[in-house]
């Protein structure tokens, strides 16, 4: 017995992957101990939903469960793509993947070449790449060259990246690693930058502080304290350790990105609007089947709009 | 107290690296400043300079500096001399809001608060200490119409709580306790 979750024939991307999940029953909370991933041809997963993706798969096989993922376009398909971007490379061995993984890296043979896209990058706790905020800033502006503000963007981006690498070396308390990932969507006209961990995600390890500091917001539902957090900074170790994340979401805002963030069980999309971030709530989603951590999301337009949103 | 007040120089801090991210980094930092100010037991002001700081990010800033004033809120102060990068300016504001601690920056001549700002109701006592090396709250309440030296006192006390301003102990014409107060930088 296996649960089979399918993939549509489209753009995947995190909206899609939650519409996805949502369908068929939670793989995390399913009796079953095997669970398959079939991606038909005609899908292309982006980048949002590949950094989800490989977490979750990582998330369980280390629980125990059989895990296969079957790619109906073989190597040609997205397969390939993901092998590009070094979705292989991170993904855990016991994983059975379906044709046989690739031989070869594509991101160890291509790795740095294209500026388009940074390939997923592990975090691993026990050493931080020094040098991962300044390639995924690099890659940014590069993707973002034809806007006017692109300098100011560069020196606020280096800061977004900085602090949400750092969240999960701070926040995580999980041996799973986290990733980061970039890629320039030219016909789409975006940048997408992917920030994964599977940690315990930010509202376990807030809630507790805040029945003490605010119990107020302790009892919101977790998509309007999500949109608290990022409105007011709050974190687990008092006020002054929130900052970060505000920050991160202060300096993104200005540049119009859109910020997307999963948690273990709920979905928020914010949208730039005139009084900074606000919650698209028909993108917006509780009761999400279990994905562990936290996994965030900017959308940064590659041009710069003339009327404000 | 400002003059001659020695520079810290914030990359000599930072173990040969020209950006600051992170906690654990900011930490460390941390305690590499905390043992140079200790060893400064008579400097009551230290100049703050980013000479080689290529970058930072909001929680190294909230580890390093914003930290460092807090610990010493209302026993010494610090101010940056040399902040002109955008990014780094909103960094360490970003960083000294959410800490509740206000770090002074000096450009040229005019000497301004980094973080939080002072209510209405302090502001210009605090503009007016700001002008002026030293002050005491008897000047301020001269300055301002039916201000009472006592209304001065508790301004000028409450600044120097939050970070705002230093003090000294004077001994007062009465036999009482005044204080003198100092902007940082």
């Known amino acids: ?309 | 107290m400002n003059e001659n007040s020695p520079v810290i120089r914030l990359a000599q801090f930072m173990d040969g690296s020209d950006e600051g991210w992170g906690r654990e980094q900011g930490r460390a930092v941390y305690s590499r400043l905390l043992e140079f100010v200790e060893s400064q037991p008579g400097v009551l002001v230290f100049k703050i300079s980013l000479e080689g700081v290529r970058r930072i990010d909001i929680s190294f800033a909230s580890e390093t500096v914003v930290e460092l004033a807090k610990r010493f809120r209302g026993m010494k102060g610090f101010c940056f001399v040399d902040l002109v990068d955008p990014d780094m300016w909103e960094n360490w504001e970003a960083a000294a809001v959410r800490k509740e601690q206000p770090i002074m920056l000096r450009t040229g001549a005019t000497l301004r608060v980094l973080g939080p700002q002072p209510n209405q109701g302090l502001a210009d006592a605090l503009q007016f200490a700001l002008k002026r090396a030293q002050t005491r709250a008897a000047e301020f309440a001269d300055s301002v119409p039916k201000m009472s030296i006592a209304n001065a006192s508790s301004k000028f006390k409450q600044l120097w709580q939050m970070g705002f301003l230093l003090r000294q102990e004077l001994s007062a014409n009465s036999g009482g306790i005044e204080f003198s107060y100092y902007r940082i930088g």
């Not at chain 1, 995580?172 to 969507?185: F, M």
Request: charged residues 25%; positive net charge; aromatic residues 8%.
């Open chain 1, 1 to 309: 017995m296996a649960v089979t979750i399918t993939f549509p024939s489209k753009w995947v991307d995190a909206a899609t992957l939650e519409k996805t999940l949502r369908t068929f029953p939670g793989p995390h909370e399913s009796q079953d101990t095997n669970i398959e991933f079939v991606i038909p041809a005609g899908s292309k997963i982006m980048i949002d939903a590949s950094t989800r993706l490989l977490s979750l798969l990582n998330q369980l096989e280390d629980t125990s469960k059989r895990v296969r993922l079957i790619f109906e376009e073989g190597e040609t398909g997205v397969m390939g793509y993901l092998n590009r971007m070094g979705f292989f490379d991170n993904l855990d061995d016991r994983v059975d993947v379906k044709p046989p993984r690739p031989k070869y890296s594509g991101a160890e043979v291509y790795g740095g070449m294209n500026t388009g896209l940074v390939e997923i990058a592990r975090i691993d706790h026990k050493k931080k790449d020094k040098a991962l905020p300044t390639r995924l800033t690099d890659a940014l502006r590069n993707g973002c060259k034809h806007r006017a503000d692109v300098e100011e963007l560069g020196g606020a981006a280096w800061t977004i990246f900085a602090e949400l690498i750092d969240n999960i070396f701070s926040h995580s308390e999980t041996k799973l690693d986290g990733y980061a990932a970039l890629q320039v969507y030219k016909q789409g006209k975006t940048a997408k930058v992917a920030v994964s961990d599977s940690g315990l995600g930010i509202m376990e390890t807030l809630r507790p502080a805040l029945k003490q500091a605010a119990p107020k917001l302790a009892i919101l539902p977790e998509v309007d304290l999500l949109v608290e957090i990022f409105r007011q900074g709050l974190s687990r170790h008092g006020n002054d350790r929130g900052c970060g994340l505000k920050g991160s979401a202060a300096k993104a805002v200005k540049f119009k990105a859109e910020l997307d963030i999963r948690l273990p069980n709920s979905r928020v999309l914010l949208v730039p609007g005139l009084q900074g971030y606000r919650p698209n709530t028909a993108y917006s989603y509780s009761s999400l089947p279990l994905i562990w951590g936290t996994h965030i999301c900017f959308t940064f337009p590659l041009t710069q709009a003339q009327s404000s949103g």
